[in-house]
C-alpha cells in the first residue's frame, strides 16, 4: 500500500484549529474513608489521586496528533477533555482552540469525538448508518445529505460494502476494520474540522490499522483537518504517518514533539535504541528514566506564516463563538428517529416476528382453552371468566419484558449520540412512543380478535372495541414501564431481576390474590401503583356492567337467578363510571413513565464525568 507523505496541506481555504492545553490538571477523590464511608478527597487518610498533572501540549492544523503511553497513564482522559466531554469545572489550567478558551458545547460544531468502542445499529446497512447520522447532523436536506454519505464512503473506501449490514455478536456483518472505519465515518458526515479518536486501531490487524490510519493521513493532507487520537502499540509503519507524539506516564507529560525528537532524546538520556525495535514501544518500557520536561517543539517556534494563518483563524473561532448552535427542528429530528426506529424493529426478529407470532398464536391456544366459556352461566363459568381476564393481563403485562436487550443496546448509541450533539433526548423518546404505538396495538389486535369471540365474551361490537383499547393500553404501560428501567439499570441481568420482581409485586397487590380491605396499610400504596388494578378492573365493567348487566344472571341456586351481573359488580366494588376512569389512570402510567424515562436519560446523557 503506498502511504500518503507528510507535506503541506493542499485545497481550498478553510477555517483550520489548533488546540492547546496550558498547565492542565484533572483529579479524583481517592475514595470514601473506611470508618465513614464519606468520600475525604484532599485528606491525608484519603489524598485526591491526580489522572492528569500539569499538561501541556498542542495539536496543530493539519497534523496528526497522537497520545501514546502505558495503560493507566491518562491518554483517553486527556483526549476527553480536549473533546470538551469533561467539564471545564472539573479541571484546573486550560484548554484553547486557536487561542480562545474552549467552549464545550460549541466546539461540537467543528469537532468529530470517536469513543473506543463501536456503538452501531447492527442491523442496519453501512449506507443506512452514516445516512441517518448525516440526516441529523446536516440541515441541507436529504439529496445533499446522499451526496456526501456517497463521498465519504468512496474516501473511507467502505463503496463494496455500502449495503451490507453493520453486524455484531451472532449476527454476521461487515469485517472489524470495516466497522470501525464506518464508526469514524458518523463522525465525519458534518465535516468536521477537529477529529479526536480513542484508541484508533484498538482490536485491528495490523493491515486494518494500517488502512485505518492511512485514511486519516489522507484525510489531513487534503482537507487539512487537525487529528488528535490516542493509540497503542503502533507499528513501524503507522508511526511515520504521526506529526506528533505526546508521551503520557502518570499524568505527565513526557514528550511532546515530533518522534525524530523523542529519538534525540533517547539518545541524550544515555539510551540506544537496538535494530528492529520500535521508538515509541521502547520509550514506554525506559519512560521512568524520562524526565518531565516542555520540548523544544513549542507554539513559540511556529513560524510566521502559521502564526499569521492561527491569528486569521482565532477570528474566526470568535465569531464561531457567538453564533447559535444550529442542528434540526424537533419535528425532523423525531420523524428521522422515527424512520431508523421502523427500520431497527422490522429487522429485529426477536421483536418482531416474534411477537406477532406470539401474540396469535397465544389468542387462538387461550381461547381455545376457555372456549365458550363466556356463553356459560353460574358461579364456575364466573370464576373461568375471572381466570380468563387475570391470565390474559399477566402474559401481555409479561411479554413486553423481551424488548429489554433492545432498549439497552439503543441507550448506549443515544449516549453517544446525543454527546455529540445530533439531537435532542426529548425528539428520542417522543420518537420511540410513536414508533411502538402503530406496532403495539397490532399485536393487541392480534391477541384479541381470535380471543374474545373464542371465549364468548360480551358479544357486542362496543365491548369488542372496548377489549382492544383496553389490551392496547396495557401493552403501551408494559412498553413503557420496561422503557423507564431500562434507562436506569446497567445491564440485561439487573434489568430482568428489577422489572420481573415489580412485575411479580403489582400481580399480588392487585386485588385479585388478596383483597383491597386485607392488605396491610402500609402496603395499600402498591395496589394503587399496581398496572394490574386498573385494566382487570375495565375488563370485569366491560363484561359484566352496562344495560345487560340488569338482566344478566351470573349464578343460580334451585334454578332461580341469584346475582345479576350490575350485582357481582357491586360486590366487587366497581361503578360503571370506572370503565373510563381507569382507562385515564392507565394513560397516566403510560406518560408517566415515558417522562421518568425520559428525565433518567438525560441526567445520564448530560451528567459530567465524576
Given amino acids: 500500500m503506498e502511504l500518503p507523505v507528510k507535506g503541506p496541506v493542499s485545497g ?39 489522572i492528569l498533572k500539569e499538561v501541556n501540549c498542542e495539536a496543530r492544523h493539519g497534523e496528526i496528533t497522537a497520545i501514546a503511553g502505558p495503560s493507566g497513564a491518562g491518554k483517553t482522559t486527556l483526549l476527553e477533555t480536549l473533546a470538551g466531554k469533561i467539564s471545564p469545572r472539573k479541571v484546573s489550567g486550560q484548554v484553547l482552540v486557536n487561542g480562545w478558551a474552549m467552549d464545550a458545547k460549541r466546539f461540537k460544531r467543528i469537532s468529530g469525538y470517536v469513543t473506543q468502542d463501536d456503538a452501531l445499529f447492527p442491523l442496519l446497512t453501512v449506507e443506512e448508518t452514516l445516512m441517518y447520522s448525516a440526516l441529523l447532523r ?19 473506501g467502505l463503496d463494496h460494502v455500502a449495503g451490507s449490514r453493520i453486524g455484531g455478536g451472532s449476527n454476521r456483518g461487515i469485517s472489524g476494520g470495516e466497522r470501525r472505519r464506518v464508526s469514524i465515518g458518523v463522525d465525519l458526515v458534518h465535516d468536521p474540522a477537529v477529529i479526536l479518536i480513542d484508541e484508533a486501531t484498538s ?149 418482531f416476528a416474534t411477537r406477532v407470532i406470539q401474540a396469535l398464536v397465544a389468542g387462538f391456544v387461550l381461547g381455545t382453552i376457555f372456549l365458550k366459556v363466556g356463553n356459560e352461566q353460574g358461579r364456575v363459568a364466573l370464576q373461568a371468566r375471572i381466570g380468563f381476564f387475570a391470565f390474559s393481563l399477566t ?64 358479544r357486542e361490537i362496543n365491548g369488542f372495541l372496548y377489549f382492544c383499547l383496553v389490551v392496547w393500553m396495557v401493552l403501551l404501560m408494559s412498553n413503557s414501564f420496561v422503557a423507564c428501567f431500562s434507562a436506569l439499570v446497567p445491564n440485561f441481568i439487573m434489568g430482568n431481576s428489577v422489572i420481573a420482581g415489580l412485575m411479580g409485586s403489582f400481580f399480588l397487590f392487585s386485588g385479585y390474590f388478596i383483597s383491597k380491605e386485607n392488605i396491610p396499610s402500609y402496603w395499600i400504596f402498591m395496589h394503587y401503583l399496581s398496572l394490574f388494578k386498573y385494566p382487570f378492573e375495565c375488563f370485569m365493567v366491560n363484561e359484566y356492567g352496562g344495560e345487560q348487566g340488569r338482566t344478566r344472571c351470573v349464578t343460580f341456586e334451585e334454578g332461580q337467578c341469584t346475582l345479576n351481573a350490575n350485582g357481582f359488580l357491586g360486590q366487587q366494588r366497581l361503578k360503571e363510571s370506572q370503565k373510563w376512569s381507569n382507562l385515564i389512570v392507565m394513560l397516566g402510567f403510560i406518560i408517566g413513565y415515558r417522562v421518568l424515562s425520559f428525565i433518567i436519560l438525560w441526567c445520564r446523557c448530560y451528567k459530567t464525568r465524576s
Wanted: aromatic share 8%; proline share 4%.
Fill in 203 to 351: 482490536g485491528l490487524d495490523s493491515a486494518s490499522a494500517l488502512h485505518v490510519v492511512s485514511l486519516l493521513r489522507t484525510m489531513v493532507v487534503s482537507h487539512g483537518k487537525t487529528i488528535v487520537l490516542t493509540i497503542h502499540q503502533p507499528g513501524f509503519r503507522i508511526l511515520e504517518l504521526f506529526d506528533r507524539i505526546v508521551l503520557l506516564a502518570n499524568g505527565f507529560v513526557m514528550h511532546n514533539g515530533s518522534l525524530n525528537l523523542l529519538e534525540e532524546r533517547l539518545r541524550f538520556s544515555g539510551h540506544f535504541l537496538p535494530p528492529h525495535v520500535n521508538v515509541l514501544e521502547f520509550a514506554i518500557d525506559v519512560i521512568e528514566s524520562l524526565s518531565t520536561i516542555q520540548t523544544s517543539d513549542t507554539p513559540s517556534n511556529r513560524n510566521i506564516l502559521e502564526e499569521k494563518d492561527l491569528e486569521e483563524n482565532k477570528d474566526e473561532y470568535h465569531q464561531m463563538l457567538k453564533s447559535e448552535y444550529s442542528r434540526n427542528g424537533r419535528f425532523e429530528e423525531v420523524l428521522i428517529l422515527g424512520q431508523r426506529f421502523c427500520s431497527n424493529i422490522f429487522r429485529t426478529k426477536q421483536l
Fill in 395 to 458: 402474559f401481555l403485562l409479561s411479554s413486553t419484558t423481551e424488548g429489554l436487550p433492545i432498549f439497552l443496546q439503543e441507550k448506549r448509541i443515544l449516549m453517544n449520540e446525543t454527546s455529540r450533539g445530533a439531537y435532542r433526548v426529548s425528539s428520542y423518546v417522543i420518537a420511540n412512543t410513536l414508533v411502538f404505538l402503530p406496532f403495539l396495538l397490532m399485536v393487541g389486535l392480534l391477541y384479541t380478535t381470535p380471543v374474545y369471540w373464542l371465549v364468548g365474551l360480551r
Fill in 138 to 156: 446536516l440541515k441541507d436536506g436529504k439529496k445533499e445529505a446522499a451526496v456526501r454519505v456517497k463521498k465519504l464512503m468512496k474516501e473511507l
Fill in 12 to 50: 481550498s481555504r478553510r477555517v483550520r484549529y489548533g488546540i492547546e492545553t496550558k498547565n492542565l490538571s484533572y483529579k479524583i477523590c481517592g475514595g470514601p474513608d473506611e470508618l465513614s464511608g464519606v468520600c475525604c478527597c484532599g485528606t491525608p487518610k484519603r489524598p485526591p489521586k491526580f
